[in-house]
């Protein structure tokens, strides 16, 4: 769910992507991409946008005046076990955020009172620096999962939210619906590396359940 920096508006739902021109009065699908399992806009590229697939690959694309969606250029998935899908994406700026994860399933037998997911969840962070001029060739910077979790409730999935901050130090800010932690990642040099944060001193959600 995102706006442009206009009125179109779109929508992941389930593995569709939509998009629709919020401005009208009865907004319908102006166009629609499937097996996608994330999208963002770029905000400083007039209606472009990066779409995470299934597979976990990436797609730059433009969505253009005669509502149609244009592929520019692709990336592949970053990670190096198979069976990721891209769940997140934020586009800020040159800053690219890609999340990963990744769900076995059990081989147990299913308890209908166990709360928790007995499948296997996992989870991963990407950033790079991205410019039309290193699209085809980006140098992604691994950061794990950068917010530890535990467990994950029956049917659940996990989620990132991320916020980019672009000062004298570029961060990019990492929280986790499942998870009661605030994580850090910073720009040093080329490279994003994971902020550790001093005893005592660690970022939290106010909430925690």
């Known amino acids: 769910l995102g706006f442009s920096s206009g009125y179109y508006l779109l929508i992941v739902d389930k593995t569709t992507l939509r998009i629709y021109n919020a401005a009208a009065a009865a907004p319908s699908p102006l166009a629609s991409m499937e097996n996608v399992s994330s999208a963002a806009w770029s905000t400083t590229e ?19 005046e005669d509502n149609t969606l244009a592929t520019t250029s692709k990336l592949d998935c970053p990670h190096d076990e198979d069976g990721f899908s891209c769940t997140h994406l934020e586009w800020n700026q ?8 990744k769900v076995t399933p059990s081989d147990e037998a299913p308890d209908e009172d166990e709360e928790d997911d007995t499948a296997e969840h996992e989870a991963a962070l990407f950033v790079c620096t991205l410019s039309s001029s290193t699209s085809q060739h ?9 917010v530890p979790f535990f467990t994950i409730p029956k049917a659940g999935r996990h989620a990132y939210f991320t916020s980019c901050l672009h000062s004298k130090l570029k961060l990019v800010i990492v929280a986790a619906n499942v998870g009661s932690d605030v994580g850090a990642v910073a720009l040093e040099g080329s490279e994003w590396k994971l902020i550790e944060f001093q005893e005592g001193f660690a970022a939290t959600t106010p909430v925690d359940d």
């Open 46 to 64: 007039s209606n472009a946008l990066i779409v995470g697939k299934t597979d976990g690959s990436m797609e730059i694309c433009q969505f253009q």
């Open 94 to 101: 040159d800053t690219l955020v890609a999340g990963f994860a």
């Open 138 to 146: 980006v140098e992604w910077s691994a950061v794990g999962d950068v």
